[in-house]
T-cell receptor, first 113, second 114 residues
Framework: GEDVEQSLFLSVREGDSSVINCTYT??????LYWYKQEPGAGLQLLTY?????DMKQDQRLTVLLNKKDKHLSLRIADTQTGDSAIYFC?????????????FGSGTRLSIRP | DGGITQSPKYLFRKEGQNVTLSCEQN?????MYWYRQDPGQGLRLIYY???????QKGDIAEGYSVSREKKESFPLTVTSAQKNPTAFYLC?????????????FGSGTQLSVL
């Protein structure tokens, strides 16, 4: 079946940029998502990118998509303590049914002072 | 304020017991979903419902049951047949099941076995 992979942990210094990476296998992916989960809470959609885009920027967030390598990244500029969370990459295929969303295992971002 | 409410926040199950997790939404969304989250793993779909009085099995439905008698409510029962129920359970909803509708998540229920 299709798969989404992420590294489990990332530690960055406060004020630096964080880059969270994700690879996926579904060649028919149409949308790719980044969700944020704070401790003991549900997931919150941060941003998403359509598969015909290379980049999307939204304030401190920049999403880069390399469709050839099936690689997605999320860059958080000027990382703050409030950015500490688990970040999930997810993708959906051609039929765009939410029941078919595949989530990665999440990357836990921790911030060093 | 519109949103999804899950209750309880923490739940303990004794061996052989069935327990029910509540999920209510006031967003007027058609589609609702239940996910299971284990540490270091992605979310896995248990059951979903695209419309009232209809639901489908997800990837890991064994040992679980659901009902969708009202649009706002999608309770999940963890039965005694589920031998490893300890996990964080997340309910989500979407306006429609298709067309890249954004998923809205509840704050989750942590289920543990006594």
């Amino acid at each position: 079946g299709e798969d989404v992979e992420q590294s489990l942990f990332l530690s960055v210094r406060e004020g630096d940029s964080s880059v969270i990476n994700c690879t996926y296998t579904d060649s028919s992916s149409t949308y790719l998502y980044w969700y944020k989960q704070e401790p003991g809470a549900g997931l919150q959609l941060l941003t998403y990118i359509f598969s015909n885009m290379d980049m999307k920027q939204d304030q401190r967030l920049t999403v880069l998509l390399n469709k050839k390598d099936k690689h997605l990244s999320l860059r958080i500029a000027d990382t703050q303590t409030g950015d500490s969370a688990i970040y999930f990459c997810a993708e959906i295929g051609e039929d765009s049914s939410a029941s078919k969303i595949i989530f990665g295992s999440g990357t836990r971002l921790s911030i060093r002072p | 304020d519109g949103g999804i409410t899950q209750s309880p926040k923490y739940l303990f199950r004794k061996e052989g017991q069935n327990v029910t997790l509540s999920c209510e939404q006031n967003l007027n969304h058609d589609a609702m979903y239940w996910y299971r989250q284990d540490p270091g793993q992605g979310l896995r779909l248990i059951y979903y419902s695209q419309i009232v009085n209809d639901f489908q099995k997800g990837d890991i439905a064994e040992g679980y049951s659901v009902s969708r008698e009202k649009k706002e409510s999608f309770p999940l029962t963890v039965t005694s047949a589920q031998k490893n129920p300890t996990a964080f359970y997340l309910c989500a909803s979407a306006k429609e099941a298709y067309h890249n509708e954004k998923l809205f998540f509840g704050s989750g229920t942590q289920l543990s076995v006594l």
